[in-house]
């Protein structure tokens, strides 16, 4: 089984300032999906980003990126230039290629952006 | 033109009751999913369909049971209602691709479902 870990309960960050979030996951698998969810108080669950993992490259969406490092197991979004919108618990899920696709997800994390 | 929807948003209903939760998405896809969010905001898997075929069933009490009339609706039951089923229930699809796609495997969620049992 694949556990997803983020070891941040909570974060704050300034209006405009960088805040990276962490996440690791346990697997033995070599194909798999890693993605961040948002889910802000009106508790829709959103799409931030996705990551191939046969890609080296870091997924990057406008104001958000990712830090993918395969070998140590680890996933990490930054969010640069934050905004009072970005406010919102934040999840990581893993997806293995299989035949059963489903997400496993860490705890989430909650951002709160200020003013 | 909302993806993928649920109704109703909200449910408040005593212990012991039936009710039913109803997913219908409109982007195409092959796969549909229900998931659980407890109280702590832990979100967990329960079933998922593929081309109305059950695929994952996960260790979840046979009170529970979903149905899947097309590839599009995928309905959750539930019989005999408790109080730990009180929870926020999230519908889900994706279109599941052998094939390397921009969208292939990414899971589009609903608004939710928010239980109540009383």
Redesign the interface.
Known sequence: AQTVTQSQPEMSVQEAETVTLSCTYDTSENNY?L?W?K?PP??????VI?Q?AYKQQNATENRFSVNFQKAAKSFSLKISDSQLGDTA?Y?CAF?K?S???????G??TTVTVRA | DTAVSQTPKYLVTQMGNDKSIKCEQNLGHD?M?W?KQDS??????MF?YNNKEL??NETVPNRFSPKSPDKAHLNLHINSLELGDSA?Y?C?S?Q?GTS?GLDT?????G??T?LTVL
């Not at chain 1, 009106?42 to 799409?47: A, D, E, G, T, V």
């Open positions: 999906y993605f969810y889910q009106s508790r829709q669950m959103i799409l996705r191939e618990m999840f997806m290629l035949n059963d696709y489903k997400l496993s997800f705890a989430g | 796969t999913y998931y702590k905001k832990f979100l967990k898997i998922s695929i994952i926020v999230f889900a994706s599941v390397v495997d990414t899971q589009y969620f608004p939710g928010r």
